[in-house]
């Protein structure tokens, strides 16, 4: 029986919300490759979901909105040759990304002005760099 994903340590889904597909993997493998259903793809319905209430929701649905497919999150995992190894992969992605997408926006920055020192700089810098072009023209020296 599937176990609860843990996400953060008050955000766990439940192993009822998440859907497996199992295809088989692209790429090498020998005569495995052909018969073996390795290939893993971990659907979780983000806009319908219980586990998240409504402010984590609609954060983590404008967060993610280019990987949703009708509201569903799909994580995919192929790259290793067994099904187990390759469903632990996808549901640590899962958790990762969902992780992510909830988490609080970093704080606004505070707006500063350039110090005087950091304004002599640059009219300095600014000086120096217009004399040099101006002594790269011809006829002036």
Do not use: C, H
């Amino acid at each position: 029986m599937e176990q609860d994903l843990p996400v953060t340590a008050r955000l766990v889904i439940p192993a009822g919300e998440l859907g497996w597909r199992f295809s088989r993997s692209s790429g090498p493998g020998g005569q495995g490759v052909n018969t073996t259903d390795s290939r893993v793809e971990l659907l979780w319905d983000l806009s319908t979901s219980p586990s998240l209430d409504d402010t984590l929701r609609e954060r983590a649905l404008s967060r993610l909105e280019g990987r949703l497919t009708g509201g569903v999150l799909v994580v995919v995992a192929s790259e290793y040759r067994s099904q187990r190894r390759n469903r632990a992969a996808a549901r640590d992605r899962l958790a990762a990304l969902i992780r992510e997408a909830i988490a609080p926006p970093p704080p606004a920055r505070r707006r500063t002005r350039p110090s005087a020192a950091a304004r002599r700089r640059r009219a300095e810098d600014k000086r120096r760099r217009s004399q040099l072009k101006r002594l790269r023209r011809p006829g002036e020296l």
